[in-house]
């Protein structure tokens, strides 16, 4: 497999604009989640997803921000309007189940002008 | 609010050496979960921890888990030089908040620099 694929890669704009972030899961896993990781707040849980649900989106961090999982090998992360406050890494991570670990694609540095 | 705090955030320490980094955490969890990340990089797995009691080794590196302590333990025995890097440990509530997996909650992450 894979792994878990995330595009792209790196992504720059400017305040306003909306950004969309992807990411396709390794197959067969029912969970997805959506992190974030600045320097000054680490890693942070935005949303997750099981089988293709969203179940806790308390991350997230405004209305801003959105996301979708329309079926299982695909999911986006919304911003819209994006914040110079919104730069940051996006790792998009799936697993198996509950009790697996999960595993990180690449990541997506955003930033915003 | 589960909290996880690690430390120390920064190590330097000399190859040859052994060392511990210790990772706490605030509220009931029987899964607890290590990753390495280097500079500019993502995420990579190291252990899986889901009994109190666990133990786990790869290599130099040898990761414990006491859940009555909700403290989890990396071992370093002999660093080298390519065990630098940044170590997470995380947390996951599980079953303990009401539902099967939960998002991860990290640690601030542990700093990690091996000089030869």
């Known amino acids: 497999d894979a792994g878990v694929i995330q595009s792209p890669r790196h992504e720059v704009t400017e305040m306003g604009q909306e950004v969309t972030l992807r990411c396709k899961p390794i197959?067969?896993?029912?969970?997805l989640f959506w992190y974030r990781q600045t320097m000054m707040r680490g890693l942070e849980l935005l949303i997750y997803?099981?089988?293709?649900?969203?179940?806790?989106d308390s991350g997230m961090p405004e209305d801003r921000f959105s996301a979708k999982m329309p079926n299982a090998s695909f999911s986006t992360l919304k911003i819209q309007p994006s914040e110079p406050r919104d730069s940051a890494v996006y790792f998009c991570?799936?697993?198996?189940?509950?009790?697996?670990?999960?595993?990180f694609g690449p990541g997506t540095r955003l930033t915003v002008l | 609010e589960l909290k996880v705090e690690q430390n120390p955030l920064f190590l330097s320490m000399q190859e040859g050496k052994n060392y511990t980094i210790y990772c706490n955490y605030s509220?009931?969890?029987?899964?607890l979960y290590w990753y390495r990340q280097d500079p500019g990089k993502s995420l990579e797995s190291l252990f899986v921890?889901?009994?109190?009691?666990a133990v786990k080794q790869e290599g130099r590196l040898m990761a414990s888990l006491d859940t009555k302590a909700r403290l989890s333990t990396l071992h370093i025995t002999a660093a080298v030089h390519d065990l630098s890097a940044t170590y997470f440990c995380?947390?996951?509530?599980?079953?303990?908040?009401?539902?099967?997996?939960?998002?991860?909650?990290f640690g601030k992450g542990t700093h990690l620099i091996i000089q030869p």
């Open positions: 991570a799936s697993s198996l189940d509950s009790y697996n670990e999960q595993f």
């Open positions: 197959s067969g896993h029912d969970y």
């Open positions: 997803f099981n089988n293709n649900v969203p179940i806790d």
């Open positions: 509220t009931t969890s029987d899964r």
């Open positions: 921890l889901l009994s109190n009691g």
């Open positions: 995380a947390v996951d509530m599980g079953p303990f908040s009401g539902g099967g997996a939960d998002g991860l909650t």
